[in-house]
């Protein structure tokens, strides 16, 4: 009989297979240690379609936040009530206090029946945005949906906890990268959606989606164990203080991340109404498109992962800084469609490398609290993104595109800024 010891996806003692020793299978069992997110019921195992799976929902969930964007317009026409453009800032705002509030308790509950239950919600919460009869009414709802929405955030520490320690950063990648795909071509549906069938018959559609959503994530997910130290919801909620003490890496990583999501959200949130002026007159729909051209930089997710593991993330968030920076130069000083086109391309390539480098950093400080860590940073990133979007509303009614580049502009260069003082130290 030849036993060795287990690695880390399996722990413990485990016998070697062959036909001799399987008969004693049933008796070295019970020297395995399970991971916190093993699988001892039998279900299905961590592989491509559980990735696909994580995948989609993260794209299909965090899409729901952004529908709004391309038909403010539409929208704006529709709802009496110059509050209606603040519907992008409202609906940050819910994602922020969803990040804050919910996604915490990934390291207290279980995170299948969590996940499956924010979805359910999040359909509820859709229909009331459809039905909503005011500017009010629909401010109040997008707030709801932003809140339920952050389900996403709860998908993607998930994946990290699931995949091998050798290929996190390349699936956390492909995760980010289904989630960039939702916040992308979420502007395309619904441009084409509210172009032809009004702005509430998008938000009817992703009723059923969120649905579907909810039953990939009941037949795909395994149940986890969450380890959260004996903690209730308010000590979890304390020690969100004390981990951004704790760590200067992810203190860096958020103040880097909150630059690229501000600039990321000004431009997204002014486009189509940029698009709308008299130079241009294009509507929801060719705004809707940009979304197909910002997908390309889904491409960045699983090669920035890659290069992550095997270099370290370091080199590309510099990198993407300067991209980033470059996109909103290119914004300012050529002002065609042609250079809108180039500035988004590069926009969405740099954030969504930056995002996953960024991450590979902060799921390394301590994979216990990955919810947790998790929340600190994506909070601060959507609030970063909320106070930008509502600036860039600010800037574009008092100045118009040139406002907005150059405040786009001003936080790409404070990102760069960062990075540099981090390279110096």
């Known amino acids: 009989m030849i036993l060795r010891q287990g690695g880390p996806r399996s722990g413990g003692l485990f016998i070697k297979d062959n036909p001799i020793t399987a008969p004693l299978r049933p008796f070295t069992a019970r020297f395995r240690k399970p991971s916190p997110d093993a699988n001892p019921r039998g279900e299905r195992p961590f592989g491509r379609a559980m990735v696909f799976a994580l995948a989609a929902s993260a794209g299909l969930t965090v899409a729901n936040i952004y529908y709004g964007q391309p038909m403010l317009g539409l929208m704006e026409r529709e709802v009496p009530g110059a509050a209606i453009t603040y519907v992008p800032t409202a609906t940050q705002l819910g994602y922020a206090a969803g990040l804050l509030l919910l996604v915490p308790l990934g390291d207290l509950l279980e995170r299948k029946r969590l996940i499956v239950t924010q979805c359910l919600a999040l359909s509820v919460a859709l229909a009331l945005v459809a039905l909503a009869p005011s500017a009010g009414a629909v401010l109040a709802a997008s707030l709801l949906v932003g809140l339920l929405a952050s389900v996403a955030q709860q998908i993607v520490p998930l994946a990290a906890n699931l995949a ?59 149940r986890s164990r969450p380890q959260p130290g004996g903690l209730g919801w308010l000590g979890l909620m304390a020690s969100l203080r004390d981990l951004w003490c704790e760590f200067p890496a992810l203190r860096l990583a958020t103040f ?30 060719v705004a809707g498109l940009f979304g197909v051209l910002g997908a390309a930089g889904v491409l960045a997710a699983p090669i920035a992962g890659r290069i992550a593991d095997r270099r370290g993330p370091h080199p590309v968030i510099v990198a993407a800084s300067v991209l980033t920076l470059a996109s909103w130069l290119v914004f300012g000083f050529w002002t065609s469609i042609a250079g809108l086109v180039v500035g988004v391309l590069l926009l969405d390539f740099a954030i969504q490398a930056s995002q996953i480098s960024n991450q590979s950093i902060i799921y390394a400080l301590r994979p216990e609290a990955r919810s947790r860590i998790n929340t600190v940073y994506m909070a601060s990133m959507f609030l970063a993104g909320a106070a930008s979007s509502g600036a860039a509303t600010v800037a574009w009614h008092n100045w118009g595109w040139t406002g907005v580049t150059v405040l786009g502009t001003g936080i790409a260069a404070l990102g760069l800024a960062l990075q540099t003082l981090r390279v110096k130290k």
């Open 256 to 285: 880097t991340q909150c630059t690229q999501f501000g600039v990321f959200s000004v431009f997204w949130t002014i486009l189509a109404l940029h698009l709308q002026e008299p130079r241009f007159g294009l509507g929801s729909e």
């Open 164 to 222: 091998p320690e050798d290929k996190r950063g390349a699936v956390v990648g492909t995760v980010m990268a289904g989630l960039l795909c939702g916040i992308l071509l979420s502007r395309t549906l619904a441009g084409f959606v509210g172009g032809h069938f009004g702005w509430r018959a998008m938000f009817w559609l992703a009723v059923p989606l969120a649905l579907l959503t909810a039953g990939l994530m009941a037949w795909q997910l395994p």
